[in-house]
């Protein structure tokens, strides 16, 4: 669950929050691009220490650190696999370069979830919404994605009530078999459905009376203007973007960081 | 460019209305014929199920272009026709506002929200933020302004659809039971600034409403709904005055109910008063200062009898519990509580004052993190929720979060197969708690075509069917019209008078003080009061604490008490006699 956490928006000003989403998702995409683009440990490790000032600077650290503890076991499998399977493929030796590589891939996944999270913890559903009018996405998918993340903390409010009300009633929703416990379900799911139907109609009249819908030119009480912070950021990331393009082609590649030792 | 030439002096112009939803057997609006000139505030009140719901969704257009149906007659609103403009065009002239808020909050943030309908209308950015402001301010939520929707406490929700309403601007407002889900304050607060909306821009305020002693007060026109007619229509006096809405199941307002007593027994009212306040200055100076006889009540051991308080042995001990949510919220302080066998208690506070969260620990769904909770000498955290749950049943607030099976009958049945009860005893228990709760005739009905009261009836008989030892019901009267909650209140007596031990989670001040429970007030996840009804009700700073408004009748007496008048009156009929023997001493 705590992954999830790592990508849901959390409130507060930041200059990381204030940026313009596009502009942040250039920057994140940069980010994104630069650890797939590269194998190397060392590379790896200055991207992802990179992007550290900017988790700081959007004041989303605890937050962070809850997707890294998320992810950390996802990690720890990423790294066995990756060496075990370069274990066995590669005649049962064990050497320092295939733990470079099982450890570059893994700081790989963490720099990818790492710009995930910068992205969707510093920018509000509004703003992102924003963005996807401005890529001329239609309204109405618009909508429906705000309403979507509008309702879940009331739905899980409602599926809390609902299990409180069904256990008060002698429900047991953790004993017996599997199946048995899947049937349990049924009456924690079927007014959590009925309920969702009769809110959409409820939701339904009250965006009538909203006048939704009474214009095709709607306009938007926020508006996206970049910066001077945004052009600053967007020019930076295309400098990153050409530098690295022109390390990984024409540069040779550092080497291994962990001197060749052969363990087994 | 019709309402130009007409100069239409009413701002709602209704006609010979009838409606027939689609599917109905028969019409829910019949024969309708209304005027409601600019700047009233109209009070429309009657039974559940008596039509208003459907008079709010003519009044902007939604029958007949969201519902189909069959409409007849004409319904005008600003000089627009509804059959003939879209709800979105009406949007710009009448403002519907629903129950529940949660239902009508669309962004994530305040000003957002409040901005949605302009940015429909498409209305620049230039414009919108002025008016948004404006909105904002008017219904005091400015300071909210960049807070997030779903962090807001049900009075500012709803507030917030009051603003988000007000930025289109409409000239009449409708709002359909808006108060439901609010405690006294939050209801007190929207209800004032209706009144500001109408005083001081000549909104016209369509209110709907049972809680009649609160709302009577804004209101310079009632208007009584049955069975999708009006029966009445007028202003507050001469309706209640009236025995129609009474026999129709409408509660009369404590004050005026007062008044109409008094003026029975030959007292003359000039101005018949709404309000508590009104009513003591009207009454002022005919009283005399020394009054004749004493007041010995005998309350005292009636009062006993009544809440089961002969301190038999204690059914639930709550010990020094402490609770706080995984989001920080700490919803208990220090807790400490006992309830005894046989008792009638009452947890009043306002939303937020961790009454529920109490609640939830005594059949263990919510496990203490300090002290402890005992049920009949069982520790509730060392026993599975099942265990306890057999002898404390909980009947929650929204029926609907509960209700799942095909029919009746197998929803009763739920919880005693959950228990383990043999079959033939199953059956007998499921006949006996349909009986107790007169529903028997909907046995094989699905329950989710049944009204909300009778919604309502199928959750408690479902919890009662297993007879557990401790009731505990959790806001019952919400959304009940004063019919269902004077049958609820019968009810209750019934339990007591079986020996049950009952919990009421409620703020409905009234209906509570009718009761006359042991209170347990609330405030800050701390029990600020605990004590018989007259008691508790006469404690203005205790209820000050716990945001809870005295009911009527101590309103006025509390404004007596320098006539040596008791001051803990509760019962109307009490209180006539009182005041009417106080007055004719005088006479003499």
Not at chain 1, 176 to 198: D, E, V, W
Not at chain 2, 70 to 88: F, M, N, Q, R, Y
Not at chain 2, 93 to 109: E, K, M, S, W, Y
Not at chain 2, 287 to 310: C, H, I, K, N, S
Request: aromatic letters at 8%; glycine letters at 8%; one cysteine or more.
């Amino acid at each position: 669950m705590s992954l999830i956490e790592g990508l849901r928006f959390s409130w507060g000003t930041s200059p990381v929050h204030n940026l313009d989403p596009r502009v942040k998702f250039a920057m994140t995409s940069v980010l994104f691009v630069l650890a797939i683009m590269f194998f190397d440990l060392l590379y790896l490790i200055v991207i992802l220490l990179a992007q550290v000032p900017i988790v700081v600077v959007g004041r989303i650290g605890r937050e962070w650190m809850k997707t890294l503890k998320g992810g950390a076991f996802l990690s720890v499998i990423i790294f066995a696999t990756n060496l075990l399977s370069l274990f066995f493929f590669r005649g049962q030796h064990l050497t320092s370069d295939m733990i470079e590589f099982s450890l570059s891939l893994t700081i790989r996944f963490l720099v990818l979830m790492t710009s995930f999270s910068i992205f969707f913890l510093t920018t509000s559903p509004d703003k992102l919404s924003l963005a996807l009018e401005k890529a001329r996405i239609p309204y109405e998918f618009n909508f429906a994605f705000i309403t979507a993340i509008r309702f879940v903390p009331v739905l899980a409010d409602e599926a809390q009530s609902i299990i409180d009300a069904q256990r008060s009633r002698g429900l047991e929703l953790e004993r017996g078999s599997f199946l048995a416990r899947i049937r349990k379900y049924i009456p924690i799911l079927l007014p959590l459905i009925i309920n969702s139907i009769r809110r959409s109609l409820e939701l339904a009249e009250a965006m009538e009376s909203r006048a939704f819908g009474a214009t095709k030119k709607r306009t938007n009480l926020y508006e996206l203007k970049m910066g001077r912070i945004d052009y600053a950021v967007l020019l930076a990331s295309v400098v990153v973007v050409s530098v690295a393009v022109y390390a990984r082609f024409f540069l040779p590649s550092p080497g291994p960081l962990i001197p060749p030792i052969t363990f087994i | 460019m019709r309402s130009m030439v007409e100069a239409p002096l009413s701002i709602v112009d209704i006609s010979d209305l009838w409606y027939t939803y689609p599917g109905a057997q028969g019409p829910s609006l019949k024969d309708l014929h209304l005027k409601v000139k600019g700047g009233e505030f109209v009070l429309l009140t009657g039974p559940s199920g008596c039509g208003k719901t459907t008079f709010c969704r003519c009044l902007n257009g939604l029958i007949p272009h969201f519902y189909n149906g069959e409409l007849k007659g004409a319904v005008v609103v600003d000089g627009l026709s509804i059959a003939d403009h879209p709800t979105s065009e009406m949007a710009k002239h009448v403002g519907l506002i629903f129950q529940n808020p949660d239902n009508q909050i669309f962004a994530l943030t305040v000003e957002k929200d409040v901005a949605f309908g302009l940015e429909n209308l498409g209305v620049s950015k230039g414009e919108m933020v002025e008016t948004i402001d404006w909105a904002m301010r008017m219904t005091g939520i400015g300071d909210l302004r960049s807070r997030a929707t779903h962090e807001l406490s049900g009075g500012q929700k709803q507030r917030l659809a009051i603003a988000s309403i007000l930025a289109m601007q409409p000239k009449v407002i409708v709002l359909d039971e808006p108060t439901s889900f609010l405690d006294p304050v939050g209801a007190e607060r929207i209800f004032e600034v209706l009144a500001t909306l109408n005083r001081e821009y000549g909104i016209t305020i369509i209110l709907i409403e049972h809680r009649l002693d609160l709302a009577v007060r804004y209101a310079n026109r009632v208007i009584v709904f049955n069975d999708g007619e009006i029966i009445e229509d007028g202003s507050p006096a001469k309706v209640f005055g009236a025995d129609e809405p009474r026999l129709a199941g409408v509660g009369i307002p404590k004050i005026i109910e007062l008044t109409k007593r008094l003026s029975r027994k030959g007292v003359i009212f000039e101005d018949i008063p709404l309000g508590a306040d009104s009513f003591v200055d009207e009454i002022r100076d005919r009283l005399p200062m020394v009054g004749t006889g004493t007041f010995d009540r005998r309350r005292m051991a009636e009062y006993e009898e009544l809440t089961g308080a002969q301190r038999s042995e204690p059914m639930i001990e709550v010990k020094g519990i402490s609770y706080t949510y995984p989001s920080g919220v700490r919803a208990l302080r220090n807790v400490d509580l006992t309830i005894h066998r046989g008792e009638f208690v009452a947890i009043m506070g306002e939303n937020g004052a961790g009454k529920t969260t109490l609640v939830k620990h005594f059949n263990g769904l919510l496990k203490s993190q300090e002290g402890s909770v005992t049920v009949d000498g069982i520790d509730v955290a060392k026993v599975s929720v099942a265990s306890i749950a057999r002898r404390v049943g909980l009947v929650f607030q929204n029926p609907d979060d509960q209700l799942f099976s095909e029919d009746v009958e197998e929803e009763v049945r739920f919880a005693l197969r959950n228990f383990g009860f043999d079959e033939d005893v199953i059956e007998k228990r499921v006949d006996w708690a349909l009986n107790l709760l007169d529903i028997e005739r909907y046995r094989k009905s699905s329950p989710f075509i049944l009204s909300g009261g009778e919604r309502k009836r199928v959750a408690l008989a479902s919890v009662l069917a297993w007879d557990p030892d401790v009731v505990v019901l959790d806001e019952p009267t919400i959304g009940q019209d004063y019919a269902q909650k004077e049958r609820l209140r019968h009810f209750l007596i019934q339990l007591r008078t079986q020996g049950k031990t009952t919990i009421i989670v409620s703020h409905d001040v009234e209906f509570v003080a009718d009761c006359r429970p042991r209170i347990v007030l609330m405030a800050e996840g701390q029990v600020v009061a605990d004590g018989p009804t007259e008691r508790i009700m006469t404690d203005a700073a205790a209820l000050k604490r716990a945001s809870v408004a005295p009911p009527e009748m101590i309103r006025v007496f509390s404004r007596l008490s320098d006539y040596g008048l008791p001051t803990d009156v509760i019962d109307v009929e009490e209180a006539a006699d009182l005041l009417y023997r106080r007055m004719r001493g005088a006479e003499r």
